[in-house]
């Protein structure tokens, strides 16, 4: 497996009671590359992160993470995977520290190991000295940055980000850009996804643009505001816009 | 053991583990599980008394029968007068009519003409229990009595089919020392072997390990066993909501991308429960015994094995409502309605034993009944643990039946 295809995935479909919310999505991330999955609401992103970090069964298509096919070996690809959610997956009554060393000996880490990768994530977000809190008594820019944490229990090699700075002061917000860059600087590969245009200008080296559940633009930040001018005065958002359209968009 | 069902113990332990801590953090869910079913027990407790019939003595059994001195039903008044815990009276049977009638007694259990006859050629033989329709504690005691008596018939007259299978396929030599053994034995009357009367005329020998210590029926002895019942399964059925919450809270998404499968989330969620109804029944048992001082009759042992049984059935039930609901509030109303329903029906509300008969009958539907009705057994009426065999099978039937509809239904999507 080429580092340039560590994780493939081809003309991935899901289908929900004969609604295609994921309609032949093709792409490829290299090993180290902070990937971008833009779109509006129900374009259909969560949809295929979901797929691909095995939590949803596929309808058609693959996905291979680092050479092991999410369909036939899910449990292989689910070694090499870290996943934060969207949502604030966590034990609310349960200290920091308790949820990292619970997801991590869910991962198969011993207690020792569990606790020690558990003070070094914590540390990596800054919640160090919270450790020992209830979560439920965490601000919600805390309680993103342990769910970042708990992600990175079995040190992945590939990150599943889903919209991780949703709801946090833009000091919180530093932070986790700061720890997803040092995790890219460690190797690790991450796929995000935002409605932050910034962020993903900020972070992602290429960007993959849905909609209507299907991939309509692929390519690196700057080469997308180039399509439209001057890349130094075009923002992603203009990009984004021109891309999928002015019409307010509710799904889910 | 396979790597794999290795790691599945291993992650349901975990599973269960953080669900206890969890359970022992929530303050809210700790008082209504361990002390707020003792709010109900104080609260009935000054309602009903310290004796829940108002019959503040020792009860006197009273037996008739039809038949003559020499019967069967004779052998088994003059065993039971003899033992010493029991306050046993004969009386005539038509004086024992009247004297029901009146009212000056409140109940006799009654041998019918030709009992020795039937009993002797192996067919039904009848024992009446007749009884004031008030006085519900006699009543129980007499059905337990008859219960009895009726069981130790039984378990004779297998002993002795046995017995006559393996004379007749011993050699000649062989069956003539048993035979000689068994009349020694019967005629010293002291074993189970001559006490059915078909095979020697000694008379019946009838072991009362603790059958008929009739004593009033204490509040506490009722009510400690019955919110023990009713709130394992109302705590356990609110484990419903707790897995719903798992999935909407998407932690349960989050474990199977940590490589949780189905069977161990299933089965780390079936042992959460078991544990906290396990702790709740340590609690009960300890606060009963100590404060309330509750008489577990003369087999503890047993009534905690049914309190174990009852905790698995319910832990079933819980589980299982989970695949059924499909909000935490949903799921919060089922456990409630199921809960409250099955324990007013299941005798957690008032005991089994005043209900009408039909309805007893209904209410073996429910698990509660069951673990009522054992209860009640064992602690009230001094019965063994053979006699409530039956109450721990259904027990073990509803445990299987929920555990494995809880299996089955589960999704994680």
């Keep these: 497996m080429a580092d340039a295809e560590f994780v493939v995935v081809r003309d991935l479909r899901k289908v929900f009671n004969g609604h295609t919310a994921v309609d032949g999505v093709s792409f490829t991330i290299e090993r180290g590359e902070i990937f971008g999955l833009l779109g509006p609401n129900g374009a259909g992103k969560t949809t295929t992160i979901r797929m691909m970090s095995t939590t949803l069964p596929i309808s058609a298509g693959d996905v291979t993470v680092a050479g092991h096919s999410v369909r036939r070996k899910p449990a292989a690809v689910r070694r090499h995977i870290g996943v934060c959610p969207q949502e604030l997956a966590l034990y609310l009554e349960l200290t920091a520290l308790d949820n990292l060393v619970f997801f991590g000996r869910m991962r198969g880490l011993s207690r020792r190991e569990a606790a020690a990768q558990a003070m070094e994530n914590l540390e990596l977000v800054g919640l160090t000295d919270r450790a020992r809190q209830p979560v439920a008594k965490f601000s919600g820019g805390m309680k993103r940055r342990v769910n970042l944490a708990i992600a990175l229990m079995n040190r992945p090699e590939l990150l599943f980000l889903d919209e991780p700075t949703v709801g946090v002061d833009p000091q919180s917000r530093n932070h986790i850009f700061d720890t997803i860059e040092g995790l890219r600087d460690g190797g690790m590969t991450v796929l995000y996804t935002t409605h932050y245009m910034e962020e993903a200008d900020r972070l992602c080296r290429r960007i993959a643009i849905m909609d209507g559940g299907r991939v309509i633009a692929l390519d690196t930040p700057h080469n997308l505001k180039a399509r439209y001018g001057d890349p130094e005065r075009v923002t992603l958002e203009d990009v984004f816009l021109r891309l999928t359209g002015r019409r307010l968009r509710d799904a889910g | ?413």
């Design chain 2, 1 to 413: 053991m396979t790597r794999g069902t290795g790691s599945l113990w291993r992650q349901a332990g975990l599973l269960a583990g953080k669900d206890l801590k969890v359970f022992f953090l929530d303050r809210g869910a700790l008082a209504f599980a361990l002390l707020f079913p003792f709010v109900f027990v104080l609260i009935f407790s000054l309602i009903y008394g310290p004796s829940y019939t108002g019959e503040d003595r020792a009860l006197t059994v009273y037996l008739a029968t039809a038949e003559g001195p020499e019967s069967i039903s004779q052998d088994v008044i003059d065993a039971l007068a003899a033992e010493s815990r029991l306050n046993v009276r004969q009386v005539d049977p038509h004086e024992a009519g009247r004297a029901l009638a009146a009212k000056s007694i409140r109940g006799y259990l009654f041998f019918h003409e030709g009992f020795t006859e039937a009993v002797r050629a192996g067919e039904d033989a009848f024992i009446t229990v007749y009884v004031n329709p008030e006085a519900q504690t006699v009543r129980a005691a007499l059905m337990s009595l008859a219960e009895a008596i009726a069981a130790e018939f039984r378990s004779y007259r297998v002993t002795l089919e046995a017995l006559e299978d393996l004379l007749a396929a011993a050699p000649p030599g062989v069956r003539d020392a048993m035979v000689k053994a068994l009349e020694r034995g019967g005629g010293e009357g002291d074993g189970p072997a001559g006490a059915g009367g078909a095979a020697t005329d000694a008379g019946p020998v009838i072991v009362f390990e603790s059958v008929g210590d009739i004593e009033p029926v204490r509040t506490v002895d009722i009510l400690i066993p019955a919110y023990l019942t009713m709130f394992v399964f109302f705590a356990l059925a609110l484990t419903a909501e707790t897995l719903i919450a798992e999935k909407e809270s998407h932690t349960l998404e989050r474990l199977v991308a940590s490589s949780a499968t189905r069977g161990s989330i299933v089965a780390g969620k079936i042992a959460g429960a078991f544990g906290r109804g396990l702790i709740q029944v340590v609690v009960f048992w300890a606060a009963g015994l100590l404060i309330f001082k509750v008489r577990m009759g003369g087999h503890p042992g047993a009534v905690i094995l049914v309190s174990v049984l009852m905790v698995l059935a319910a832990s079933g039930v819980g589980v299982f409502l989970a695949t059924v609901a499909r909000t935490k509030k949903g799921a919060a109303s089922l456990a409630v309605f199921i809960s409250l329903a099955f324990a007013a029906f299941g005798g957690s509300w008032w005991p089994l034993f005043i209900m009408p008969g039909w309805l007893q009958t209904l209410a073996k539907v429910t698990p509660h009944a069951w673990a009522n009705s054992a209860f009640n057994k064992l602690m009230l009426f001094g019965a063994t643990p053979g006699s409530v065999l039956p109450e721990m099978a259904a027990l073990g039937f509803f445990a299987l039946l929920f555990l494995g509809l809880a299996a089955w239904r589960f999704r994680l999507d």
